[in-house]
C-alpha cells in the first residue's frame, strides 16, 4: 500500500505468520484435553484470531467483545466501556483473550476483572503485541507475540481513524503524514 502515514515496518507479514504458528503449537499443547473458549477483543483482535485458530489442534470456541478505552486516536484514557459483550457464560470453562495489543494495560486490567467475575474455570492471555514501556498496571500475559517499542502501529487488525487494519505487517504511523 503507498500511504505516506505508513511509517517503518515493525513486524513483517512473515514474522508474523511464523510466530503465530508458534503460539498455535504452545496454546495446542497447553490446552489439550481441556475445553478452550478463545474471546477476541474487537475490532483490533479479529485478524490475530482468525490466524491462531487455523493453527490450533484442539477443539475451541470463540466469541467476542468489543470495548472502547482510548479518549483521543492515539492516547488512552483509561476510562473503558464494554461496547458488545460476550454471547454464552464462561463460568468454568478455560479462557483465553486474545487481544491485539497491550499498551498501559489499563484496557486488559478492567476486562480480567470483569471475566474473573464470571467465575471461569482458567483465564489467560495471548497477546500480539506488548509495548512494556507503557504498561501502568503489572498483568499476567502468557502468551505473547512480539515486544516493541512505544511506537503507535498500525496494521493486522491496529488502526488509526478506523484505517490500516488490512495490512498484512504491523507498521509505526507516521503522525506527521497521517
Known amino acids: 500500500m503507498n500511504d505516506s502515514a505508513i511509517g517503518e515496518v515493525l513486524v513483517p507479514g ?7 504458528a508458534e503460539l498455535g503449537a504452545e ?28 493453527q490450533l ?4 470456541e ?10 483521543s486516536s492515539t492516547d488512552s484514557s483509561g476510562v473503558v466501556r464494554i461496547l458488545k459483550d460476550l454471547e454464552a457464560p464462561i463460568e468454568g470453562r478455560d479462557v483465553l483473550i486474545v487481544e491485539d495489543i497491550i499498551d498501559s494495560g489499563l484496557t ?4 480480567l476483572r470483569n471475566l474473573r467475575a464470571r467465575t471461569p474455570g482458567s483465564l489467560e492471555v495471548c497477546a500480539l ?3 512494556p514501556a ?21 496494521g493486522y487488525g491496529l488502526d488509526y481513524a478506523q484505517r490500516y487494519r488490512n495490512l498484512s505487517y504491523v507498521a509505526v504511523l507516521d503522525e506527521e503524514r497521517s
Do not use: H, W
Not at 512473515?14 to 503465530?20: H, N
Open 27 to 54: 496454546i495446542s499443547r497447553d490446552y489439550e484435553g481441556r475445553d478452550l473458549v478463545m474471546i477476541g477483543v474487537l475490532k483490533g483482535a479479529v485478524l490475530f484470531i482468525a490466524d491462531l485458530m487455523r
Open 134 to 154: 507503557r504498561r501502568r498496571v503489572e498483568l499476567p500475559i502468557r502468551y505473547v507475540g512480539f515486544e516493541i517499542p512505544n511506537r503507535f502501529v498500525i
Open 108 to 111: 486488559l486490567q478492567y476486562l
Open 129 to 131: 503485541l506488548t509495548k
Open 14 to 20: 512473515e514474522d508474523l505468520r511464523r510466530r503465530i
Open 57 to 60: 489442534t484442539v477443539p475451541c
Open 62 to 71: 470463540v466469541d467476542f467483545m468489543a470495548v472502547s478505552s482510548y479518549g
